[in-house]
């Protein structure tokens, strides 16, 4: 157990539903991520926050919109995906925003597939 | 900017033997590097990380070499086990970005029994 729970575990959805995803930590860290990793690439950052503040926006499309209610807790809302959003998606967290200084620790993910 | 390059995606390895994952950088300025792991079904976990002062760093059956010459990065795991099986990515810092991490591709380790 890392301490950052994700669900759901698996997801599956046609491009005009809306689905979310939830992260949890219990590690009394400060900062959380999502991040996107899809087949033989590298890890794709998409948001951070800290103290419940977006600090970074990767060039994410809008059609993803993350949402951070207090430290403990991050949403991934999703709504008209594209096939190519097929992915993983991880949620980490550290103590400080700062992935270059602190060790991440990640959940299991939410492997979503868009149909 | 910052590009990382695993030498090669899957590595076999007989159980019991050293395994070494290698990973090349481009930006000479780098100076955080790190490795993690990622299990079938897991999220990657935090191994082994580096600063640039240092050119060897060991732990627990596991010791990262830098070399900043060559601009490159090892992972040396001693006497492999089956539980060593797994991705292993290296992730550098670009020195650009207070949040980014530059990641590779990743290494797939394979335990021969």
């Known amino acids: 157990e890392t301490g950052v729970t994700q669900t759901p575990r698996h997801l599956v959805m046609g491009m005009t539903n809306k689905k979310s995803l939830k992260c949890e930590q219990h590690?009394?860290?400060?900062?959380m991520y999502w991040y996107k990793q899809s087949a033989k690439k590298p890890l794709e950052l998409m948001f951070v926050y800290s103290l419940e503040e977006r600090v970074e926006n990767n060039s994410v499309p809008s059609r993803f919109s993350p949402e951070c209610p207090n430290s403990s807790h991050l949403f991934l809302h999703l709504h008209t995906l594209q096939p190519e959003d097929s992915a993983l998606y991880l949620c980490?967290?550290?103590?400080?925003?700062?992935?270059?200084?602190?060790?991440?620790?990640f959940g299991s993910g939410t492997q979503l597939s868009v149909l | 900017g910052e590009s990382v390059g695993l030498h090669l995606p899957t590595l076999s390895v007989q159980e019991g033997d050293n395994s070494i994952i290698n990973c090349a950088y481009s930006n000479s300025a780098s100076d955080y590097f790190i490795w993690y792991k990622q299990e079938s079904g897991k999220g990657p976990q935090f191994i082994i990380d580096?600063?640039?002062n240092m050119d060897k760093r060991q732990g627990q059956r596991v010791t990262v070499l830098l070399n900043k010459t060559v601009k490159h990065l090892s992972l040396q795991i001693a006497a492999t086990q089956p539980g060593d099986s797994a991705v292993y990515f290296c992730?550098?810092?670009?020195?650009?970005?207070?949040?980014?991490?530059?990641w590779g591709a990743g290494t797939k380790l394979i335990i021969k029994p």
């Open positions: 590690l009394g860290h400060n900062a």
């Open positions: 580096i600063r640039s």
């Open positions: 992730a550098v810092d670009p020195m650009d970005s207070n949040y980014q991490l530059i």
């Open positions: 980490a967290s550290s103590q400080e925003p700062s992935p270059t200084n602190e060790k991440l620790f």
